[in-house]
């Protein structure tokens, strides 16, 4: 199915063309009628000589209400563009244009009207060279002009035959399944309860389907679906829809809200977008202006930084990052207006490359640059690796929402950014851009190289202290060292691969003399402070690190032969009698009551042995 706005001037017959094409009147104000001028959108439909029914969207046309103009045009596929014969073209209907163009709306007939009104056939021909030099002036080609008399009847099968011969050549709307219905009108049925209309685009609706409405978050689901005044079961994309909601009050929805199925859409702040500013402005475009923004049926009072430019000046083309007063559902993709507030002019427009920057991107960078250019004309896979940066991994479905993508030129764009090493795999769930996993693993290295230099006789750093000043998920980290030779875990302990623990003269000297000790006395070994007054206390940290030492609490370690001796010799006593007791343990051993129960308790917290009554049996890890 397919869309077609009406746009002109206040005087020259569009609504009343559109009447005669769908028997509909699209003015459904009385004051429209009274005063025989559109004020808000109007919506009507007509059926074409092929079957298809095609959706009318009626914009204003007085310049008055030009941003009522914006709301309806962000989803057609053609539009008429009708220019009185008797009055030629107007200011405002070179602002019309300028606004299809920026909205990249390529079919347009422009249809003279009133032809029954001039006798003169050279008028006409001065009407026509006119609408070709306004077309050249906006780079545009020269569009098909229809003369046509509502009227008298004159010219409107051959404007249909165009129009036809326009859309059927003119590609289809693709199913992406990721459905997006710009609310354009919000009214309430007795009986029924809430009830939006829109042009869906995205992906198909289904009654029964749960939506939520966008930015508000608000959970709902479709009750009914008319398209056409037809009752349908599904809403294909292309098409203009009337939602009756379950859920979703009247009175929690607007004209500029979104509905999409749930977690598909996330209300933008900051977009990045690419920008064209019109030749014909009066002014230019200054760093941090205030302007409105336009995009579908939603606006907002925005600021902009200019991310290449002092300013812009008409005719220009630019990267702008744009702050948005009220955050609004917004996609990569997405076609969008700036006007000045006061006066009321419009500047230009262009492209969302980016509907959620992480960050406030600095100005006059050439790296920020270049990635913008890549994220508006890079390949599928190098905008989709693009999409995967950040300081986590994302989700294939994440992935896919944020490039609009349908499932197979997704799995295309997914297989091809794996095969060229653009992206990553970290789990089944998860895809990363081969330049965050870089970025990691910059960071991991640059943060225990560092730690190394502060503590040469600490073996690693721990990987909870690492997780933390990495700001990443355990199990990330996990991964990460799993897969990057360069970082060794050592238990708890993460280091570089090329980092050894080495003691000086005096300090070997101390630690023979203490291992020397536990030799004399491996049962009762002294105490962990009393180690530290002999060796230091970063000598004693790198013996447990190295496991020469394996501390059982904080006050006790033995030697590491030792204490492997005393578990071996537990173990053997628990399968040969089934449980052992700290007597036991210490008449076995010659030590003490205190040496005994920090083993066992050590051992129990480790799943060796587990404490029944006043014994140890068995434990999980036995």
């Known amino acids: 199915m397919r869309v077609i706005g009406t746009s002109g001037h206040v005087d020259h017959g569009k609504s009343t063309l559109v009447e005669k094409l769908s028997g509909i009147n699209p003015d459904r104000l009385a004051e429209e009628q009274s005063r025989q001028m559109t004020i808000d959108l109007g919506f009507a439909w007509m059926r074409l000589a092929d079957g298809e029914t095609v959706g009318i969207v009626d914009v204003p046309g007085h ?14 596929d053609a539009a008429l563009l009708v220019i009185a014969a008797d009055e030629g073209i107007m200011p405002q209907t070179r602002e019309h244009l300028a606004i299809l163009r920026l909205l990249d709306v390529r079919d347009i007939i422009v249809v003279i009207s009133k032809v029954d009104l001039i006798d003169d056939p050279d008028w006409i021909e001065l009407v026509r060279l006119d609408i070709e030099e306004a077309f050249a002036g906006q780079q545009m080609p020269a569009p098909p002009m229809v003369e046509v008399s509502a009227h008298s009847g004159q010219g409107l099968d051959q404007l249909i035959g165009t129009l036809q011969g326009i859309l059927s050549g003119a590609p289809q709307r693709v199913d992406y399944g990721q459905p997006r219905l710009p609310i354009d009108r919000v009214f309430l049925v007795g009986g029924f309860g809430t009830v939006v209309t829109g042009t869906l685009a995205g992906g198909s609706l289904s009654v029964g389907d749960s939506v939520e409405l966008q930015p508000t978050g608000i959970a709902g689901r479709i009750r009914g679906l008319q398209s056409y005044k037809q009752a349908v079961e599904t809403a294909a994309p292309g098409s203009r829809v009337a939602v009756n909601i379950a859920g979703i009050r009247g009175d929690q929805v607007q004209r500029g809200h979104m509905l999409a199925a749930p977690g598909q859409v996330r209300p933008s702040a900051m977009v990045d977008a690419q920008f064209f500013q019109l030749a014909d402005l009066d002014r230019s475009l200054e760093h941090n202006a205030e302007v409105k923004f336009f995009c579908g049926a939603a606006e907002s009072m925005a600021k902009v930084r200019l991310l290449d430019a002092e300013q812009l000046y008409p005719g220009e083309e630019g990267w702008l990052q744009i702050r948005l007063r009220d955050a609004l559902p917004l996609a990569r993709g997405d076609r969008y207006i700036l006007r000045f507030p006061s006066p009321a002019q419009t500047i230009g427009g262009g ?81 990363w851009s081969n330049a965050s996993w870089h970025k990691l693993a910059n960071r991991a290295l640059e943060q225990l190289s560092a730690f190394h230099s502060a503590h040469p006789l600490r073996l690693g750093m721990p990987r909870a202290q690492l997780r933390s000043r990495l700001n990443v998920k355990l199990s990330l980290l996990d991964q990460f060292v799993a897969g990057d030779g360069r970082i060794i875990p050592e238990g708890n302990l993460l280091r570089l691969k090329n980092h050894k623990v080495i003691f000086d003269d005096d300090q070997s000297a101390k630690i023979d003399h203490l291992m020397r000790l536990l030799q004399e006395n491996p049962y009762t070994p002294p105490s962990i402070d009393e180690m530290n007054d002999l060796v230091g206390e970063d000598v004693a940290r790198a013996l447990l690190d190295l496991r020469r030492l394996v501390n059982v609490n904080d006050r006790i370690a033995f030697a590491s032969v030792d204490y492997e001796f ?21 008449d076995q051993f010659g030590t003490s009551r205190k040496y005994a129960i920090a083993l066992l308790e050590h051992l129990d917290s480790l799943g060796i042995t587990q404490r029944v009554g006043d014994v140890r049996k068995g434990g999980r890890n036995m």
């Open 63 to 76: 310049r008055d209400f030009i941003e009522n103009m914006l709301a309806g045009v962000g989803g057609i």
């Open 351 to 431: 492209v969302i490359v980016n509907a959620g920057p992480r960050r406030r991107l600095k100005r006059f960078q050439e790296g920020i640059i270049r990635d913008l250019e890549l994220r508006l004309r890079g390949t599928p896979a190098e905008r989709l690796a693009m999409s995967a940066e950040g300081k986590t991994p994302v989700t294939p479905r994440e992935l896919q929402s944020s490039l609009g993508f349908s499932d197979e030129d997704f799995q295309q764009a997914l297989r091809e950014a794996l095969d060229l090493g653009l992206v990553k795999q970290v789990d089944e769930s998860s895809f």
């Open 566 to 586: 005393m578990v071996s010799e537990i173990r053997q006593k628990i399968r040969d009698h089934g449980e052992i007791d700290a007597k036991t343990l210490r």
